[in-house]
């Protein structure tokens, strides 16, 4: 039960932890949006501007992608890793946690049986009571560990779908940043030619 209880509270302070860190990440679709409007138009500074006074890791990214213009799809790239390393920071345990205590209730039951079989070879079958009781006692364990791991599961899941969310808009907002960027640099090409020939 003291490995149960040490998991529940590390599964408890991660998934607080995490709440907080997720509470403060806005999915900023409507904002990201604007920039490529923006950076569409060629007010590049203006979308800076959006940038410095939002925070969030699909800006963070765009915003890499923006001040790395000529290696645009590279440093978004890098961007995204370090942002969804950090979503995912403590998920792991989390996972482990969910695994490993049904296991540790499970050993903590057969662990009790034992125990209770031994009391029945030394006392007899004379007291059934003390027998049952055991078992009852040695039953818990399993009881609390597969209850650690279910509360421990919908935090969980909670996170990974918020992370698959964040990656899947960071890709969809990349994308589309990266061709407005290609776009800008065409007509700034294009414009670049009039000029010479005129």
Known sequence: MLPLALCSIVA??????RFLIFKSVKTSKR??????????KGQNKEAITIFESEKSPLLRVLATGIAN?????????GAAIAEIAFMKRGLPILDT?????????????????????QV????GMGQ????TGGIAEALIAT??????????LIPYNYFLARIEGETAAM???????????????NRSEKHEDTKRRA
């Open 12 to 17: 408890v302070a991660i998934s607080i932890e």
């Open 31 to 40: 904002i990201a949006d604007n920039v490529i409007v923006l950076i569409n």
């Open 69 to 77: 213009r000529h290696h645009c799809a590279k440093g978004m790239e």
């Open 97 to 117: 946690i969910i695994t490993l205590s049904p296991l540790l209730g499970l050993l903590g039951t057969i662990i009790g049986m034992i125990s209770s079989f």
């Open 120 to 123: 029945m070879s030394v006392a």
């Open 128 to 131: 059934p009571h003390a027998v």
């Open 143 to 152: 009881a609390t560990g597969i209850i650690v791991a279910v509360v421990t």
């Open 171 to 185: 890709e969809y907002y990349g994308t589309r940043l990266e061709m407005a960027l290609d776009t800008l640099s």
